[in-house]
Nanobody
């Protein structure tokens, strides 16, 4: 069965780091990435990459702080988050798709979503 399972969330102080993981089962996706959603706000794209090595692609607000990577042999994608700030507090969702794009599409294009992992950054 196709499934995405996130882990690695937690609570840190501003300036700290976390590494999120997303393990995919049932399929080797061509595209994987991360979205996040804070309470009362819309989901926003964070980063994504392709299985052919193109990218990775980042939203402007995380460039230089976050790094997305993937272990294709394990179908696992990671999000290394450094210099975390309170505004990064959100539920982080792993996303995947069976198609490739030159960049990160909006949420409606992603067919598979994980359950989310909470990231909380205190001031």
């Amino acid at each position: 069965q196709v499934q995405l399972v996130e882990s690695g969330g937690g609570s840190v102080q501003a300036g700290g780091s976390l590494r999120l993981s997303c393990a995919a089962t049932g399929y080797s996706y061509r595209m994987m990435g991360w979205f996040r959603q804070a309470p009362g706000k819309e989901r926003q794209g964070v980063a994504c990459l392709r299985d052919d090595g193109a990218g990775p692609f980042y939203s402007d607000f995380v460039k230089g702080r976050f790094t997305i990577s993937k272990d294709n042999t394990k179908d696992t994608v990671y999000l290394e988050m450094n210099s975390l700030q309170p505004e990064d507090t959100a539920m982080y969702y792993c996303v995947a798709d069976r198609e490739r794009w030159a960049g990160c599409p909006s949420e409606k294009y992603w067919d598979y979503w994980g359950q989310g992992t909470q990231v909380t950054v205190s001031a």
